[in-house]
């Protein structure tokens, strides 16, 4: 059975840098195929990619995002941190770790989703 | 912004057949796959590569494509089916792309 949980702050203060934790269980991060990333979600809105981070350490990013974001994985721990600098009001949402299982796929599927960590931004 | 087009709002009545679609040009190459996601829940994945439907998703939840369109069809729509629906795919460079989401209302 595959499983995410996301951990981090649940409050941070505008241009502050945001760092969350996905920690799994399942699956591998170092199985061929294999990805693990961040999707955001504000409140009532559409979910929004952020980036994925691949078995061989491949990094893809939101080019709109790029700049702000970093994604690492720790094999060991099995978890993967994404960073989001400079957070500001609008960045308030709910962010999801979710498991990608094939990179080579036809269709860029998402297979599991975390249970998601709501994230306010506020002095 | 999504690089994958989707209707913002579609209702059917309740028993009826609805089809949701999901436009880019990503969908010429290849498939969409298709997230249900009730509030305060996240997203579930409903169908995924050409036409496949994950363990415990009702049959009554299909796709197919055609050209640049991907669609999900829901046949015999019920009162649990009333949600956001997401389409997602992938581009040449490996990236993931999605859409906008489409808000059903059974009626």
């Known amino acids: 059975q595959i499983t995410l949980k996301e951990s981090g702050p649940i409050l941070v203060k505008p241009t502050q840098t945001l760092t969350l934790t996905c920690t799994f269980s399942g699956f591998s991060l170092t199985t061929r195929g294999v990805g693990v990333g961040w999707f955001r979600q504000p409140p009532g809105q559409a979910l929004e990619w952020l980036t994925l981070i691949y078995w061989d350490n491949d990094r893809r990013y939101s080019p709109s995002l790029r700049s702000r974001l970093t994604i690492s994985k720790d094999i060991s721990k099995n978890q993967v941190v994404l960073t989001v600098a400079n957070m500001d009001p609008v960045d308030t949402g709910t962010f999801y770790c979710?498991?990608?299982?094939?990179?080579?796929?036809?269709?860029?599927?998402?297979?599991?989703w975390g249970q998601g960590i709501l994230v306010t931004v506020s002095s | 912004s999504s690089e994958l087009t989707q209707d913002p709002a579609v209702s059917v009545a309740l028993g009826q057949t609805v089809r949701i679609t999901c436009q880019g040009d990503s969908l010429r190459s290849y498939y969409a796959s298709w997230y249900q996601q009730k509030p305060g829940q996240a997203p579930v994945v409903v169908i995924y590569?050409?036409?496949n439907r994950p363990s415990g998703i009702p049959d009554r939840f299909s796709a197919s494509s055609s050209g640049n369109t991907g669609s999900l069809t829901i046949t015999g729509a019920q009162a649990e089916d009333e949600a956001d629906y997401y389409c997602?795919?992938?581009?040449?460079?490996?990236?993931?792309?999605f859409g906008g989401g489409t808000k059903l209302t059974v009626l």
């Open positions: 590569g050409k036409n």
């Open positions: 979710v498991y990608r299982s094939n990179y080579y796929d036809n269709s860029g599927t998402i297979d599991s």
């Open positions: 997602n795919s992938r581009d040449s460079s490996g990236n993931v792309v």
